[in-house]
């Protein structure tokens, strides 16, 4: 174990000296996605207006704000661009920078990648939530906030972001066999939102779509972790949520490590 | 040391056919076509010793090393690299080996050079001391220090190219890919990781194999090349059996002493009866300077020298021996012709 992570925390560390060299970038990004959700908010509540009631599928305004926010927050610790990552290298062919080291190609992918996240989840993700948790205690006026909910919800986002990780591994190794990948991506990242339910809340989609959506693994995406953090969920059916977001970390795991050694053989580095 | 035996390399190309209609008519059914990039080549390297792998551009070069540094896997045949096979286990077999392709960099873009080194020495689990000494050495005979602390991103090429040099020999390999190390710089830097490849390799017995499109590189590092083109191989044996063989060529360069007087040289007609070939004899005429290269299996030095200074006065004169670009030149040129193995 030791040995792994003097192995491996070097990446880490190149991820956060990468993503501070593209903070310009980072932040016009982060920008946009604030209006995004101030954008979604006046959607819904323009909806919950026209409803004419103040709970709509049991969630109030002030449900929808926070589900709004976090949902944002969740992405940015869970979204992993590994798909693009690793479809860039196999088209410009600096794939073969990583094959000649002896290191395993998704380690390197991942502990890069997490130097990235702890750097959002300092400066990003903890000051956001600590908005999110003042807004909750002047609408309720007392202190919602909860360690164990949040720990469950830590261990969640974990998950998600780990499956999430393995899955854009296994899209970005088409790029082995498909050479150009960008419309395929976005194809996948607009289906994919609407299946994690992040821009609607699967409670709010009839009930036989609604549990197709919960049992597919991309709801563990995001509806997962977000409903923990909202207390949605009582004891039991939370952990069988994390239970099922551990089946399909391990699952998509194994898938990625086929699709890896398949792959490999059809490499065919372009140039040089 | 390294045995590579009938190796090949296929690559499947899709067919663009021109037009709207032939993209939509490649979404349904698209033509392949087989480029053999690498076909059928062995050939075998000592320990210690130092290859050149030459040949014109599309020759299959990179390939050849792109599958001997395990990150192809060869249609078919084998090779076998220090005992093992880099296709098998990967990350065994990488770390007794340094790879430096000349036009991608191995270093990471966003840290400093002393960082990445760092990096590398944890990946490649090199203890303190080694690392130190190692680094020290590098550090002379690769001049590193000026530009040490500088992310690579900011390094000039020459910089660049000797960084990742070093980079790929941290760990002391026991074999040296390097695919076009010279490329694009200036011949300062040239010389300097030359010396730095010939330094590393008498001092340590490192295995180098070295693509290069480069002759001062080939005739300044290895005593054997191997020449291949359109993925054969063409020539495979000393640099200095090359020499003997096509180096029958010899260049005669003369300044007249005024360029009427070259208006009297016809060659050609001078040695008509020795039954002249093509590229056996020809003539360039800048001003009153004059380069003549001629085979001297068809003319003497001696006829050469006796026509010239009876038809012309020259300031000054010498004859020199056909440079090994001449000779690869000539070599690629009559494969082509008689489209054999020589
Ligand atoms: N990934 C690839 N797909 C298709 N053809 C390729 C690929 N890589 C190389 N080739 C072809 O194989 C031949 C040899 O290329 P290469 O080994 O790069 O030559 P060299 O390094 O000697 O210039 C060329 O004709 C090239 O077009
Ligand atoms: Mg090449």
């Given at each position: ?258 699709i890896l050694s398949a792959a490999l053989k059809h490499v065919t580095v372009q140039g040089g | 040391m390294i045995q590579v035996e009938n190796l090949q390399k296929y ?254 040289l016809d060659y050609e007609n001078a040695f008509a009866s020795n039954g002249l070939g093509e590229g056996d004899l020809t003539f360039k005429a800048d001003g009153t ?54």
């Open positions: 174990m030791r040995k792994f992570l003097k192995t491996y925390l070097p990446f880490t560390r190149a991820g956060i000296h990468g993503a501070t060299a593209y903070r310009a970038n980072f932040i016009a990004w982060f920008i946009g996605d604030i209006m995004y959700c101030f954008v979604m908010y006046y959607v819904w509540r323009a909806v919950f207006a026209s409803s004419g009631s103040s709970t709509f599928n049991g969630f109030s305004m002030t449900d929808m704000v926070v589900f709004l926010f976090v949902t944002n927050l969740t992405g940015y610790l869970t979204e992993s661009d590994g798909s693009f990552a690793v479809g860039e290298e196999v088209r410009d062919g600096n794939i073969a920078m990583r094959l000649i080291k002896p290191v395993s190609f998704d380690m390197t992918f991942l502990f890069n990648e997490l130097g990235q996240k702890s750097l959002t989840f300092t400066l990003i993700f903890v000051p956001m939530l600590a908005g999110v948790e003042i807004y909750k205690y002047f609408t309720y006026g007392r202190v919602m906030f909860s360690i164990g909910t949040f720990a469950l919800y830590m261990l969640s986002v974990a998950m998600s972001y780990m499956f999430s990780f393995y899955m854009n591994v296994c899209f970005g190794f088409m790029a082995f066999f498909l050479k150009n990948l960008w419309g395929f991506n976005i194809l996948k990242s607009s289906i994919l939102r609407f299946l994690s339910g992040s821009v609607i809340p699967l409670a709010f989609m009839p009930d036989t779509l609604r549990s197709v959506m919960e049992w597919l693994p991309f709801s563990s995406l995001s509806y997962t972790p977000v409903m923990i953090y909202m207390g949605k969920y009582s004891g039991q059916e939370a952990a069988l949520r994390l239970m099922l977001q551990f089946v399909w970390v391990i699952g998509f795991y194994i898938i990625s490590k086929i | 690559f499947k190309k899709t067919v663009k056919q021109p037009g709207f209609m032939g993209s939509v008519k490649s979404i349904f059914h698209s033509e392949k076509e087989t480029v053999k990039a690498v076909d059928d080549i062995s050939f075998h390297v000592d320990k210690g010793e130092i290859l050149g792998f030459i040949g014109p551009n599309g020759a299959g070069k990179s390939t050849v090393i792109k599958m001997l540094t395990g990150i192809l896997t060869p249609t078919a045949g084998n090779c076998i690299i220090n005992g093992q096979n880099p296709q098998k286990n990967r990350k065994k077999y990488v770390k007794e080996i340094g790879v430096v392709f000349g036009q991608r960099t191995q270093l990471w873009w966003d840290l400093p050079l002393t960082e990445t080194y760092a990096v590398l020495r944890e990946i490649y689990e090199v203890d303190e001391a080694k690392f130190t000494k190692q680094m020290e050495f590098l550090n002379e005979v690769l001049e590193l220090q000026p530009f040490i602390n500088s992310p690579v991103r900011t390094l000039s090429l020459g910089q660049r190219m000797r960084a990742d040099i070093a980079a790929s020999l941290l760990h002391n390999p026991k074999v040296l890919f390097l695919d076009e190390p010279t490329i694009g710089l200036d011949v300062v830097v040239k010389d300097n990781i030359r010396r730095a490849i010939s330094k590393i390799n008498r001092e340590e017995g490192t295995t180098v194999i070295l693509t290069t499109h480069d002759l001062e590189d080939i005739s300044s590092l290895c005593k054997r090349i191997v020449m291949i083109d359109h993925g054969k191989k063409v020539y495979d044996g000393s640099l200095y059996n090359l020499k003997q063989k096509y180096g029958q060529m010899r260049e005669l360069n003369f300044e007249a002493a005024d360029e009427n007087s070259i208006l009297a300077m004059v380069t003549v290269a001629f085979n001297t299996d068809k003319i003497s030095v001696e006829q050469m020298l006796n026509y010239t200074l009876g038809t012309v006065h020259v300031k000054d004169i010498n004859v020199k021996d056909a440079d090994i670009e001449e000779i690869i030149r000539r070599l690629y040129k009559g494969d082509a012709e008689h489209g054999g193995s020589i």
